[in-house]
T-cell receptor, first 110, second 113 residues
Framework: QQPVQSPQAVILREGEDAVINCSSSKALYSVHWYRQKHGEAPVFLMI?????EQKGHEKISASFNEKKQQSSLYLTASQLSYSGTYFC???????????FGTGTRLTIIP | DAGVIQSPRHEVTEMGQEVTLRCKPISGHDYLFWYRQTMMRGLELLIYFNNNVPIDDSGMPEDRFSAKMPNASFSTLKIQPSEPRDSAVYFC???????????FGSGTRLTVV
């Protein structure tokens, strides 16, 4: 079953912050985050393994709550280059494959 | 490394024709995945390989779809016969494994008319 992302879409002004959530009905082994710009391939941002860790990538960070089977992606002081569709990909125990979420379209305006 | 290489970038074909999509993964990556992306269904996994062996093909829509990986540097996804509902962007991705992210190819945009 496909993980559910929220919100479906968000519009921000440059410099504002955003949070994108990913929720699964299955026990998760890991969560990946990807960004896809229009007409391009998804690009890997980060992976979080079970253990509740939080990872950072410049002004983009994420957390993983394995008990709640949820992950959140945090974008701080957003830049125009952050625009795109963000996907979470979840891997549950016993599977080596990612199931991608429904996607969140992020638009940053000047 | 040149990344994951897919060909062709665009394919327009008539209903009933055979279509073959090609993928060259990153050297050293043990896993290869074929995904299909549409507006309605998002990114769907079709099949994946580990060390050239098909592991899970449960996402292949029907018998019209087949995939092969004859060696570590090449994979094909074939649709025969093609139908308009197969129109989508098909992505190939490769990875070292569960602890690593996927690298996607540029995709093949397939249009079946």
């Amino acid at each position: 079953q496909q993980p559910v992302q929220s919100p479906q879409a968000v519009i921000l002004r440059e410099g504002e912050d955003a949070v994108i959530n990913c929720s699964s009905s299955k026990a998760l082994y890991s969560v990946h985050w990807y960004r896809q710009k229009h007409g391009e391939a998804p690009v890997f941002l980060m992976i979080l393994l079970k253990g509740g860790e939080q990872k950072g990538h410049e002004k983009i960070s994420a957390s993983f709550n394995e008990k709640k089977q949820q992950s959140s992606l945090y974008l701080t002081a957003s830049q125009l280059s952050y625009s795109g569709t963000y996907f979470c990909g979840t891997e549950d125990f016993g599977n080596e494959k990612l199931t991608f979420g429904t996607g969140t379209r992020l638009t940053i305006i000047p | 490394d040149a990344g994951v290489i897919q060909s062709p970038r665009h394919e327009v074909t008539e209903m009933g024709q055979e279509v073959t999509l090609r993928c060259k993964p990153i050297s050293g990556h043990d896993y290869l995945f074929w995904y299909r992306q549409t507006m309605m269904r998002g990114l769907e996994l079709l099949i994946y390989f580990n060390n050239n062996v098909p592991i899970d093909d449960s996402g292949m829509p029907e018998d019209r779809f087949s995939a092969k990986m004859p060696n570590a540097s090449f994979s094909t996804l074939k649709i025969q016969p093609s139908e308009p509902r197969d129109s989508a962007v098909y992505f190939c991705a490769s990875s070292f494994g569960s602890f690593y992210g996927y690298t996607f190819g540029s995709g093949t945009r397939l249009t079946v008319v």
